[in-house]
């Protein structure tokens, strides 16, 4: 079972808007609208910040932003802030297994 | 507040065998879908397995990695989750998380509790 694909690095400057993406098959993120998205600071537990390919949870700020089109979803943070800097990593059902992406670290420069 | 707590994580040889538990609250724990996903040292996310609410028949799935080795179960009157894990590899070294699973995503992660499988 391969992980989805996400590029391993992204940048951008404060304000500036950054989109990630994640890239899997028809058996997964094209075959189900259940992607989520996690942030991870280091040494800290995962953070969900998107569920259901587009919806955010209680108390996450609405810069981020989440899409999807076929087999590629996507992570968008608007607005960069200093600690939108950690590690995203992309999820997807894929029918009674979830799947991860490999993450993608994300700098603010 | 949602509250998952992970415990018994420890060194252990290849070969053996550990159970771990997250006591969970804040929550209706009895209706509530559970996983356990794992983060090997410098490497990304990985899913273990699920168990559902429902009482009785097949109730847990698993990653294919440790399908056969791990087992997913549950005491409801404890509003506990436990991971037994059997015949540990060297490669099962890792943080393992306990979390709420719903609508395809983990909602809800604890604090995290090392396994370390080495001779």
């Known amino acids: 079972q391969s992980a989805l694909t996400q590029p391993p690095s992204a940048s951008g400057s404060p304000g500036q808007s950054v989109t990630i993406s994640c890239t899997g098959t028809?058996?997964?993120?094209?075959?189900?609208?259940?992607v989520s998205w996690y942030q991870q600071h280091p040494g800290k537990a995962p953070k969900l910040m998107i569920y259901?390919?587009?919806k955010r949870p209680s108390g996450v700020p609405d810069r981020f932003s989440g899409s999807k089109s076929g087999t590629t979803a996507s992570l968008t943070v608007s607005g960069l802030q200093a600690e939108d800097e950690a590690d995203y990593y992309c999820?997807?059902?894929?029918?009674?297994?979830?799947?991860f992406g490999g993450g993608t670290k994300l700098t603010v420069l | 507040e949602v509250q998952l707590a992970e415990s018994g994580g420890v060194l252990v040889k290849p070969g053996g065998s550990l159970r771990l538990s997250c006591a969970a609250s804040?929550?209706?724990?009895?209706?509530?879908?559970m996983s356990w996903v794992r983060q090997g040292p410098g490497k990304g996310l990985e899913w273990v397995g699920r168990?559902?609410?429902?009482?009785?028949?097949?109730?847990?799935d698993y990653a294919a990695l440790v399908r056969g080795r791990f087992i997913i179960s549950r005491d409801d009157s404890q509003s506990t989750v436990y991971l037994q894990m059997n015949n540990l590899e060297i490669e099962d070294t890792a943080v393992y998380y306990c979390?709420?699973?719903?609508?395809?995503?983990?909602?809800?992660w604890g604090q995290g509790t090392l396994v370390t499988v080495s001779s």
């Open positions: 028809s058996s997964d993120v094209g075959g189900y609208n259940f």
């Open positions: 979390t709420t699973y719903g609508s395809g995503s983990f909602m809800a």
């Open positions: 168990i559902n609410p429902k009482a009785g028949g097949e109730r847990a």
């Open positions: 259901e390919v587009i």
């Open positions: 999820c997807s059902y894929a029918g009674n297994r979830l799947i």
């Open positions: 804040g929550f209706t724990f009895n209706s509530a879908w």
